[in-house]
Nanobody, 124 residues
């Protein structure tokens, strides 16, 4: 059974930075593509970033390109989301997701496993 646990959320002022972490347990992390998604109140869950199983391929939503960086450490079973130059519109619950595949995907329905989410709040 795959379990995903996110951490690193919090309250930050606009222009600040946060780094989210997500640890996968229960399966071989290096076999899974990983994604970050977010959901603000009243909105659908939206794609933020994804990385393939080896870390050699990444994808980003246009809204975060140049500000966010996804990375992974397969030795630590962990995927990261470094978020810089944060804006109030980045406020949301952030979720990590995993899929057993060599590809990467930017749609929520493609992913098989989800974490519980971590709140990110950016004040203006």
């Amino acid at each position: 059974q795959v379990q995903l646990v996110e951490s690193g959320g919090g309250l930050v002022q606009a222009g600040g930075s946060l780094r989210l972490s997500c640890v996968l347990s229960g399966r071989t992390f290096s076999s899974y593509a990983m994604g970050w998604f977010r959901q603000a109140p009243g909105n659908e869950r939206e794609f933020v970033a994804a990385i393939n199983f080896r870390g050699g391929s990444t994808s980003y939503a246009d809204s975060v390109k140049g500000r966010f960086t996804i990375s992974r450490d397969n030795a630590k079973n962990t995927v990261y989301l470094q978020m810089n130059s944060l804006k109030p519109e980045d406020t949301a619950v952030y979720y990590c997701a995993a899929k057993f595949t060599s590809s990467i995907y930017d749609t929520p329905r493609a992913y098989d496993y989800w974490g519980q989410g971590t709140q990110v709040t950016v004040s203006s």
